[in-house]
Nanobody, 123 residues
Framework: QVQLVESGGGLVQAGGSLRLSCAAS????????MGWFRQAPGKERGIVAA????????YYADSVKGRFTISRDNAENTVYLQMNSLKPEDTAVYYC????????????????WGQGTQVTVSS
């Protein structure tokens, strides 16, 4: 199981950008698919984006397609979420997640979670 630590959250104006980072411990990072989830107040946590272990396969929620980009650096044990054209409705706690995989696909569920980082977008 990997340990995950998110960073990069903060307060930004609508239309601005932020880049979230998630650093993973352990030597098996490249065997894990990675994902970003978010949870806004009063709402359930939902997936934002995910990437397979090689980076070749990605998934995006419809609400962020064309604005957010997920990427990973297996040499640095880090996954990123570049968020552009931010909207107030993107305000949420963003969580990094990992799942050990045995194929280069995005899994349907994730078992390891970080503590989350707050993203607030002002109008």
């Amino acid at each position: 199981q990997v340990q995950l630590v998110e960073s990069g959250g903060g307060l930004v104006q609508a239309g601005g950008s932020l880049r979230l980072s998630c650093a993973a411990s352990g030597r098996t990072f490249s065997s894990h698919a990675m994902g970003w989830f978010r949870q806004a107040p009063g709402k359930e946590r939902g997936i934002v984006a995910a990437v397979s272990w090689s980076g070749a396969n990605t998934y995006y929620a419809d609400s962020v397609k064309g604005r957010f980009t997920i990427s990973r650096d297996n040499a640095e044990n880090t996954v990123y979420l570049q968020m552009n054209s931010l909207k107030p409705e993107d305000t949420a706690v963003y969580y990094c997640a990992a799942e050990r995989v045995y194929s280069d696909r995005v899994p349907v569920s994730f078992g390891s979670w970080g503590q989350g980082t707050q993203v607030t977008v002002s109008s």
